[in-house]
């Protein structure tokens, strides 16, 4: 820092793509804060460092960083600010540091406009030992029978929207989805390193070539992509001129935006590719229903393993192995995220997951939360389970059917369309409300299709803030978790995936309301009737049947007999 | 407009101060269209005149402009503009002229913005004959058992966020609010005409100092406002320079804006005076809960004459008239909006009032809407009923009793701070969106304390563009007024006045809840239990309950008894 005349240094969780997940290569602050989650924020200065991280890890990050001199900023406590605007307070004449590729342009603009002094640098590389290579794997196609477009369909309908404009894409989802492949460079999400520039007649593909088959890089060429080498792209950048150009800066890299930003006109504005991929199209949500009957399938077979085994011989790890197998041996190609598996206490910790050496031993008592998704071909998949592991006690039964009705309340609204997610958002949380109890979380995220578990901008959360103001479309497709965590005690959550579809349109417009895609059952065994009203009862019974019709072509006697129990009308 | 070097001039139905309701003084738009409406907008080219118009005023803009060569643009008909768009789609070479006096500064700015030329001319106060005067009534204070802080302590407050910059004000209920005073200036809203400018050790005051009694002047100057005659606001303007200085664009006219602009650093933001208005202090509260049993005692007499009298003789004026009489001869000093009475078919018209020559006679039968409200010394009343005027049919019970279950919903929310007014919107909308029903306006309004009924920035309204980002606060008095209207069969509303309060304060937040400050019971005659769950049902009992208790010690023998029966549990 000292050599860099840097003051103050920044280290987040992104890779230079503005990813959620990322490639191992780029678990920097993993490796200097020992912080395993999946989102925080390191500031180090000469003698201070301060981790930022949201609800979910306010625990975690305690226990993982106890070693080191790092102080943990627990975000949504009363007092603590978020990173950017603790630099903002606190850091306003000094020098700070960052890996511009690691953080989007719309991060920087915000400090520099505030009149701070920043500094794109990499200073971690080169004492970052034995980092994680990049992935060499070869990438593959999605037919259109999985696509419902194929890639020049798309790259046409981004095309008639462009009006001369030229768009760069810093986003893998988007790259991923537009073009039809895959690729396994960050585990759980099939996406692959590439950065793209469409103009109105050429489009330019940043990707390692080695990667690409002949037949794809053929396909590519013949549908107008011309590829180039992925460490080309800010080279090329740097060619680009008087040109206006879109491009959104939540989504593009710093480094990406100042390369273009003073030489062209800039429109900042959603990836014309992301709102097209939020709404799926026919071919994906027939897929969709598909992926989430082999998805209940394999749920019911693991819930019925778990609710029939003697809990004494099982650890969360055990139970975490068994659901992953189940799925990865029937349909799924992958897992879409690292299984959550949480027993009483562990469960409150929002996004605990046991390893081969930390866990914690099941009895035959309690409960045991599991939130685990799988990739199939078909489409990506997100559920959350609470299970009784034998005798529980009436509290536990109360707040699991408040959680169980809330998850109904928003799964059943009808609304006009126009709505965003914070206007929704109410409906999932308002029996807890009425009680004092609140999750620090948002209530769904939008889901992507054979792509990342986590899709924005479709969300459903309650702070003004945070991207809320897209307002939802049929074709979304979204997580519907609401949840109690109880620290020291227990956690419960209940999440169906939903999709939003039109529903009547009249003289007050068009409204819109949802289908559940999960078919799964809820464990009857933690329901209080006393705390339902006749039409949560209603829903949930009609719900438990579907579950039964859909599922039970797929499974053999003895599992069926289990569902059918499993799914009875109470 | 030739000889001023104008091709297009605008005339709108504002006043110096960007008012929603103004003084006769200013109803140019009135004088030249002989358009009455309370909003629209006059485009005048050498050959065209178009008037824009919302909803509310499309029929009424049309028979009122018949005999004038005025085109009329009903705004929210499909390919009609508002009225800036159309300047910015139309007039783009041409030099438009406006009087900067009578529109706001963000109006002005957002046409400049996008390349208009715009000039500031008067060009028809010279051609305006038998223009009404202005007011020149004296005005008069409210005492510290009204406003709970003195002149002196809330400029205190003020000057504490100033932070050394000049603050300029031209809204009118800031002023007010401000000072405790209040005139007549204006309609309904106790209000009077002047600019205020803050500085950090001077407020000077710009009004008809004949307006001002000896012991108010020596008050005000007591309290370090220095008094400077109305007209004598433009050229004080000039005299500021290198000041940095704190305007709401939205709230103050663009001459005031265009005086300082140049010559000064401006800080854009909602005026600190409105911040604290709009957040009622203990004394408010107090005497808004008294001016609610005075405004319940008025009501519950009117109900016990509308519900005992023989309709075939009355005329929707009658009902008028006696409503306001009963606030008037009780301890209203005035009404706070033009009085609503809608029979049937006129109900479904949101903002239908009868006049003495335009009215429908009642029968005794079918449903009547009564929007009314009172100006207190103690506070602003606004309050909504639907009474039944003899045997209504089962279909008018159902929706009578879903938009009363609606009102509660809202009413009834707990909820964390930090929520705004388009997040909670739902609560009240969800249960007409499940029949495919919507009301085409916001939910609630914010309500001043003896100032304008309609408050802003606080409201509940569902659209993401309309100032809904606005956290809700302990303190805030807001309507909560669902409704069903359907046109040319009948109107439906429930309207209670709401205060927000602090509620419970864990380890989650602080959380928010409501407490009804309207005292007058709901027509029971109209309600079928069956579309009421158990918590409405006890919620309206025990507000019913809480109504009698209330308002019994204010009524006679006979009064007490017709509320008792009124208020009877279901």
């Known amino acids: 820092m000292y050599e860099n005349g840097i003051d103050v240094y920044f280290i987040?969780?992104?890779?230079?793509?503005?990813?959620?997940?990322?490639?191992?290569?780029?678990?920097?602050?993993?490796?200097?804060?020992?912080?395993?989650?999946?989102?925080?924020?390191?500031?180090?200065t000469f003698d201070h460092a301060y981790l930022f991280v949201d609800g979910r890890y306010h625990t975690q990050a305690e226990k993982e960083t106890a070693e080191q001199e790092i102080e943990v900023m627990k975000l949504g406590t009363e007092g603590v600010l978020p990173a950017d605007e603790f630099l903002i307070n606190n850091c306003r004449d000094l020098r700070i540091g960052l890996d511009g590729k690691c953080v989007s342009a719309a991060f920087v603009r915000k400090l520099q406009k505030k009149g701070l002094n920043i500094k794109s640098v990499d200073l971690y590389s080169s004492i970052y030992e034995d980092r994680t290579p990049l992935s060499k794997d070869m990438l593959y196609e999605l037919g259109v029978k999985y696509t419902g477009l194929s890639r020049?369909?798309?790259?046409?309908?981004?095309?008639?929207?462009?009006?001369?404009?030229?768009?760069?894409?810093?986003?893998?989802?988007?790259?991923?989805?537009?073009?039809?492949?895959?690729?396994?460079?960050?585990?759980?999400?099939?996406?692959?390193l590439a950065y793209l520039v469409i103009y109105q007649n050429d489009v330019y593909l940043f990707v390692d070539k080695e990667r690409l088959s002949d037949v794809i890089f053929e396909g590519l060429l013949h549908d107008g992509v011309i590829v180039k080498d992925y460490n080309a792209f800010y080279p090329?950048?740097?060619?680009?001129?008087?040109?206006?150009?879109?491009?959104?800066?939540?989504?593009?890299?710093?480094?990406?935006?100042?390369?273009?930003?003073?030489?062209?006109?800039?429109?900042?504005?959603?990836?014309?590719?992301?709102?097209?991929?939020t709404i799926k199209n026919q071919v994906e949500i027939k897929n969709a229903r598909l992926a989430h009957i082999y998805d209940g399938v394999?749920?019911?077979?693991?819930?019925?393993?778990?609710?029939?085994?003697?809990?004494?011989?099982?650890?969360e790890y055990d139970v975490k192995i068994k659901v992953n197998r189940c799925r990865l041996e029937y349909k799924a190609f992958d897992l879409s995220f690292n299984t959550i598996v949480g027993y009483n206490e562990n469960a409150a910790m929002m996004h605990y997951s046991p390893t081969p050496d930390k866990h914690a031993m099941l009895k035959n008592e309690g409960i045991i939360l599991v939130d685990s998704g799988g990739q199939y071909f078909e489409g990506t998949t997100d559920i959350t389970r609470t299970f009784a592991l034998g005798k529980v006690?009436?509290?536990?039964?109360?707040?699991?059917?408040?959680?169980?009705?809330s998850m109904f309340n928003l799964a059943q609204a009808k609304f006009l369309k126009g709505l965003n997610g914070g206007q929704l958002d109410i409906l999932a949380r308002k029996d807890l409300w009425d009680r004092g109890i609140d999750y620090r979380c948002g209530t769904g995220h939008g889901v992507g299709h054979v792509l990342a578990v986590h899709e924005m901008p479709p969300n459903i959360r309650p702070a003004i803030n945070s991207g809320s103001s897209y307002a939802l479309k049929a074709g979304n497709i979204f997580s519907d978790e609401p949840g109690v965590y109880f620290e020291g005690k227990y956690g419960i959550r209940c999440e169906n995936l939903?999709?939003?579809?039109?529903?009547?349109?009249?003289?007050?417009?068009q409204f819109l309301s949802f289908e559940h895609l999960t078919m799964v059952p809820f464990d009857l065994d933690l329901i209080d009737k006393q705390y339902l009203d006749e039409k949560t009862v209603a829903c949930l019974n009609a719900y438990h049947q579907e579950v039964y019709t859909r599922l039970s072509p797929y499974l053999d006697d003895e599992e069926r007999k289990f569902l059918k129990q499993a799914t009875r009308s109470i």
């Open 12 to 44: 987040n969780t992104s890779d230079y793509h503005v990813s959620e997940y990322v490639p191992e290569y780029f678990r920097t602050l993993y490796y200097f804060s020992n912080f395993s989650g999946s989102l925080g924020q390191l500031i180090i």
């Open 152 to 192: 020049k369909e798309k790259i046409e309908i981004i095309k008639k929207c462009l009006g001369g404009r030229c768009h760069i894409v810093n986003n893998l989802e988007s790259i991923a989805y537009l073009l039809n492949l895959r690729g396994n460079d960050v585990p759980y999400t099939p996406v692959f």
């Open 236 to 277: 090329f950048l740097k060619t680009i001129r008087h040109e206006l150009i879109l491009l959104d800066e939540e989504k593009v890299n710093y480094d990406t935006y100042a390369a273009v930003g003073f030489k062209n006109k800039i429109h900042h504005m959603m990836s014309l590719i992301e709102d097209m991929k």
């Open 298 to 315: 394999a749920m019911v077979r693991f819930m019925k393993w778990l609710k029939t085994s003697d809990k004494e011989e099982l650890s």
């Open 393 to 405: 006690n009436a509290e536990i039964k109360l707040y699991f059917t408040l959680v169980l009705k």
């Open 498 to 509: 939903l999709l939003c579809k039109n529903d009547v349109k009249n003289e007050y417009g």
